[in-house]
């Protein structure tokens, strides 16, 4: 039986691999982000209705091997990958971007959830978010000590306490340096996603001082095989 990948993306490297891939195997989106229309593989967008539907949709496409290729963030997707795989009899294999790590001059302090991160958050007054849009949940909490300053795929409207600014990676030092000083911020919000797009407004926090609250990642099932960057992933593919 020949090969049939079905790649589960959403980030850079997988749509590198993606890119790569012939018209039998298939990219999986969640639809919260661009849809590339240019690829040789099949795209298919929106979410599967849990570990049970995608373990359907794996035996009716025939699928020979999934690979998660998500985000560190995704832990839905990635525990619904490796359950699903199991329920259809075939492997799962993951990309697993390693996590940054923190330098001399670094002031990281990691955070567990929300709750915790407003606690820590208290002493500050000029944050600056890179956690996505789920900060937008939160704008009618912002106590009146702090401005916030936003950034997500997609601006859209603030309030009187928080601007949101629409902007996608990858982002330059300079920029990152102009966005902290303009808008004077005390202290950076970020997950860990370990991607070299976002990477230089940590080079910033550093060399400013400003402390940075990172939210904890979450530990993702384990799988067949896991790869550590998108090469070693397309090698063992075989598309490299
Ligand atoms: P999540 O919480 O793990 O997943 C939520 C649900 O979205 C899943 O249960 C699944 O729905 C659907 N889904 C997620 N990824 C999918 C994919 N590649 N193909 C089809 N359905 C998918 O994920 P999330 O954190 O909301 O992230 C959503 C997508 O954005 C992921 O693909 C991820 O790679 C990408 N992304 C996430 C982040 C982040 O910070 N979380 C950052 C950059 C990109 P069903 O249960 O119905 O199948």
Redesign the pocket.
């Known amino acids: 039986m020949s090969q049939r990948i079905l790649l589960?993306?959403?980030?850079t490297e997988?749509l590198a691999i993606a890119r790569l891939l012939g018209p039998q195997h298939i990219y999986?989106?969640?639809?919260?982000?661009r849809v590339p229309d240019d690829l040789h593989c099949q795209v298919?967008?929106?979410?599967?209705?849990?570990?049970p539907?995608?373990a359907s949709y794996l035996r009716e496409a025939g699928i020979t091997l999934l690979v998660d290729?998500?985000?560190p963030?995704?832990?839905?997707?990635?525990?619904?990958a490796a359950s699903a795989a199991r329920m259809a009899g075939i492997p799962c294999w993951a990309l697993r971007r390693p996590a940054w790590q923190a330098q001399a001059g670094d002031d990281w302090r990691e955070v567990d959830g929300w709750a915790a991160l407003i606690t820590q958050l208290a002493p500050f007054s000029r944050p600056l978010f890179t956690?996505?849009r789920e900060p937008l949940q939160h704008l009618h909490e912002i106590p009146p000590t702090q401005f916030w300053t936003l950034r997500a795929l997609q601006a859209c409207p603030g309030n009187a306490r928080c601007e949101v600014i629409g902007a996608r990676g990858p982002f330059q030092l300079e920029d990152e340096r102009a966005l902290f000083t303009s808008r004077g911020i005390d202290v950076l919000v970020s997950?860990n996603?370990g991607s070299l797009a976002t990477e230089p407004k940590l080079e910033v926090a550093r060399g400013l001082g400003v402390p940075v609250l990172i939210l904890k990642r979450p530990v993702l099932a384990e799988v067949e095989r896991v790869f550590y960057s998108g090469a070693e992933l397309a090698a063992a593919l075989g598309v490299d």
């Open positions: 589960l993306g959403g980030i997988a999986s989106l969640a639809g919260i982000g298919r967008v929106g979410g599967f209705g849990g570990a539907g995608l290729a998500t985000h963030y995704a832990a839905q997707i990635s525990a619904n956690l996505g997950k996603s």
